[in-house]
């Protein structure tokens, strides 16, 4: 059964970087579309970025196209979210998400059209003034 682990998150100031990464064990994640997602207490889960298995599909909510790049890398079993411009309405807990099933279109993932069967417990986002 695939698990996932994301690490990478932090304490960063207004206008800092982080890169985040989902490692995935107990399975091959080429067989997943995969995604990033965050929350905040006192908001609802947000869909941030997903990639489809070939990586040629990505989706980014507009609040951080132009800011943040997801990648995967396969051979390593990872996924990659690389964030800039980071601003306090980007903190979250951050999770990382794995869909395995019928082709969709990437967004669907990150819409919550189709909802992804294997998750991480998260790492936390908090970016400062």
């Known amino acids: 059964q695939l698990q996932l682990m994301e690490s990478g998150g932090g304490l960063v100031q207004f206008g800092g970087s982080l890169r985040l990464s989902c490692a995935a064990s107990g399975d091959s994640l080429d067989r997943f579309s995969i995604g990033w997602f965050r929350q905040d207490p006192g908001k609802e889960r947000e869909g941030v970025s997903c990639i489809g298995r070939s990586g040629d599909s990505t989706y980014y909510t507009d609040s951080v196209k132009d800011r943040f790049v997801i990648s995967r890398d396969d051979a390593k079993n990872t996924m990659y979210l690389q964030m800039t411009a980071l601003t306090p309405e980007d903190t979250g807990l951050y999770y990382c998400?794995?869909?395995?099933?019928?082709?969709?279109?990437?967004?669907?993932?990150?819409?919550?059209?189709?909802?992804?069967?294997?998750w991480g417990l998260g790492t936390q986002v908090t970016v400062s003034l």
């Open positions: 998400a794995a869909f395995e099933g019928r082709i969709v279109p990437v967004q669907a993932l990150c819409d919550g059209t189709v909802r992804g069967q294997y």
